[in-house]
Structure formats: structure tokens, C-alpha cells
């Protein structure tokens, strides 16, 4: 496993040691231990989620604020999309700044997410399967949207027209209005 820092430091990128041949491929998609030796980080995992969206879906800006936050490890195992993560705390350097990484199944990347940040995704393939493991349960009265499109934020999303959205994060809210982590 080879992990790198993204423009924001405390989100990372992890690229999998794939072993492919003629016959296929193998990975180990998650080791706690070599995740942990890797990034430093000893977080424990509580819930496995698993979605479907079709091409132009934007699913997000999502977070939960504590007492639920969540940490994320996201991953695309069919299709491809464009991941985002916005730092939402208000004590930090790269506080309302963003990270994009393209994940695709083809690239097997994944991305670590800590709580104290906005994630979603933005579909590019016909469509595509996200699987994501959170250190926090879903807590819906936690849950708040970060507006997808906040000018402030200014999020290059490689997209033609508008996306497909759910009715909460079309209605999301802007940084400036938005309830952060200290």
C-alpha cells in the first residue's frame, strides 16, 4: 500500500498493492494493521455503506457534526467518479479549501476522509458502485449538506450542465452559513 498526502495534508491517498495477471487481479482492500503502520492513523471502523448512482449524479457535500462525526475511506469498485472533500474546520490552515481525486475501478484508489470534513462525488461513467467504511454511525439530526455549488468554494467539478441531485443537497448550505467543527 502506498499512501500520499493530498493538497490538504489530512486527507489521503491510498494506492493498494494489486497483484494482476492474465487471470485477473487480487488486492487487499483494507488491513487495519498495514493502515494503521501506513498512515499512522488507529481508527476503527463501525459501518459499510454502498451505493449505485448513474452518470451526472452528485451525491453530497455530506458530513455529520459530533457527537456523530464521521471519518471516511472511500472507494469506487465499478465505474469511475470525481471525489470531493472540503476541510470544514474552523481552526485549521486549510479551513474551506478542497480536494478532488478521481477514483475509478480501474485506478483502485482509495481516499482517507476525517471527520471535520464535507465529502461527495460526482458520477463520470455510465454509472458507478462507492463503497465507503465511516468511524461513525449515521446519525441523521448530525447530518448537514455543504452546498455543492458554493461560489466561496469554488469546487471544479468536470461536469456539462447541471448534475442530478437529491432534493437535500440541491437545498445544501453555503460555507459562510453552514454549522463547521471548531
Not at 93 to 108: C, D, R
Request: hydrophobic fraction near 40%; charge should be neutral; glycine fraction near 8%.
Amino acid at each position: 500500500m502506498q499512501v500520499r498526502p493530498t493538497g490538504i495534508p489530512d486527507v489521503l491517498l491510498i494506492e493498494p498493492k494489486v497483484y494482476a495477471d492474465e487471470r485477473g487481479f487480487f488486492y487487499e482492500s483494507f488491513n487495519e494493521n498495514r493502515f494503521r503502520k501506513a498512515t499512522g492513523l488507529n481508527v476503527r471502523f463501525v459501518q459499510d455503506n454502498h451505493s449505485r448512482s448513474v452518470r451526472g449524479v452528485l451525491r453530497g457535500l455530506h458530513y455529520q457534526l459530533p457527537p456523530a462525526a464521521q471519518g471516511k475511506l472511500v472507494r469506487c469498485v465499478a465505474g469511475e467518479v470525481f471525489d470531493v472533500a472540503v476541510d470544514i474546520r474552523k481552526s485549521s490552515p486549510t479551513f474551506g479549501q478542497w480536494v478532488g481525486e478521481y477514483l475509478s475501478a480501474e485506478n483502485k484508489r482509495q481516499l482517507w476522509i476525517p471527520a471535520g470534513f464535507a465529502h461527495g462525488f460526482l458520477t463520470l461513467s455510465e454509472s458507478a458502485e462507492f463503497l465507503y467504511k465511516t468511524t461513525g454511525y449515521y446519525a441523521p439530526d448530525c447530518e448537514r449538506i455543504l452546498l455543492w455549488s458554493d461560489p466561496d468554494l469554488a469546487i471544479a467539478w468536470p461536469i456539462h450542465g447541471k448534475p442530478r441531485l437529491a432534493a437535500k443537497d440541491a437545498a445544501g448550505t453555503t460555507l459562510a452559513q453552514v454549522e463547521v467543527f471548531q
